[in-house]
Nanobody
Framework: QLVESGGGLVQPGGSLILSCTPT????????MSWFRQAPGKEREGIAC????????YYSDAVKGRFTISRDNAINTVFLQMRSLQSEDTGVYYC????????????????????WGQGIQVTVSS
């Protein structure tokens, strides 16, 4: 199980931090990704981080505004979101993979075994 937290309602220009903690068998992964799905749109990969090295991926839509990080001591991955816009509204999912993240490969293109339940982020005034 992947436990997500931190979503909510924020005004445009605001910030939120999402967290994702894998438990049990889901803790054995190589890469963890964040995805989001906006209303009426397909799910998109937005960020990815490896558990053991510094490889990161960001989609063009979030590069420079979002930061993915991990704290292995508490087995948690964070997604810090800044300068949020209405286009960032959607359900955010974390997911773990037996594939490694690469700075050039959208995580939508490789398999993820375990998924979080999804957490709503709404950017609105």
């Amino acid at each position: 199980q992947l436990v997500e937290s931190g979503g909510g309602l924020v005004q445009p220009g605001g910030s939120l931090i999402l967290s994702c903690t894998p438990t049990g068998a889901t803790s054995d992964y190589f890469g963890m990704s964040w995805f989001r799905q906006a209303p009426g749109k397909e799910r998109e990969g937005i960020a990815c981080i490896n558990r053991e090295d510094g490889n990161l991926y960001y989609s063009d839509a979030v590069k420079g505004r979002f930061t993915i990080s991990r704290d292995n001591a508490i087995n948690t991955v964070f997604l810090q979101m800044r300068s949020l816009q209405s286009e960032d509204t959607g359900v955010y999912y974390c997911a773990t993979s037996r594939y490694y993240c690469s700075g050039y490969v959208d995580p939508i293109n490789f398999e993820h075994e375990f998924w979080g339940q999804g957490i709503q982020v709404t950017v609105s005034s």
